[in-house]
C-alpha cells in the first residue's frame, strides 16, 4: 500500500461514507449508542441552504482514510471568528502515517485564510494518544474552562414558546 494521501473537500454524494467513518469514530470513543445522525441530516448541515459545518475526506489509494468535520465560531474578545473542530478521525489501518496531521494542518490552513484568532476542540480526557499528538502539534489544553452542554431534551425544557 502507497503511503501518499491527499485531502479534498467533502462534497454532496459523501454523506454514506462519512456517517460510516462517524461510526467507526463512535464506536473508538465508546460512544456508537449516541449515534443518531443519519445521511439526510448530514446533507443538509453540510451541503444544505443553511449549511453549518464542512468536512474534508482524507484519501489512500483510493480509500477513504479519514475525515475531520469543523465549523465556525466567533470570539467576542478577539473580535474573529474561529474554527471549532468537531471530529477528527483516521481509520485504523491507517494510522501513524501522518494522515491526521495533514488533516489538522489543512483546517489550521483553513482557519489562517479565514482570518481566525484560533482553533479549538476537545478530547476525551481518557484517550491519552490523542492528548499526546496534540501536545506534539503545540496545542495546549484549556485546564480552567469546564464544557457545559444543553442536550435536545434541555433546549425543549427552555423552550418558552
Known sequence: MT????IRDARPGDEGLLLSLIREL??????????????????DALFGEHATAAAVVAEQAGQPAGFALYFFNF??????PGL???DLYVCARFRGQGIGKALLLHLANI???RG??????????????????????????MDEWTVFRLDRKGLEGLGGG
Open 3 to 6: 503511503n501518499e494521501y491527499a
Open 26 to 43: 463512535a464506536v473508538y470513543e465508546r460512544l456508537a449508542h449516541e449515534v443518531v445522525a443519519d445521511e439526510a441530516l448530514l446533507a
Open 111 to 113: 482557519a489562517r485564510k
Open 116 to 141: 481566525c484568532g484560533r482553533m479549538e476542540w476537545s478530547v476525551l480526557d481518557w484517550n491519552q494518544p490523542a492528548i499526546d499528538f496534540y501536545r506534539s502539534l503545540g496545542a495546549v489544553p
Open 75 to 80: 470570539s467576542t474578545f478577539l473580535g474573529r
Open 84 to 86: 471549532y473542530l468537531e
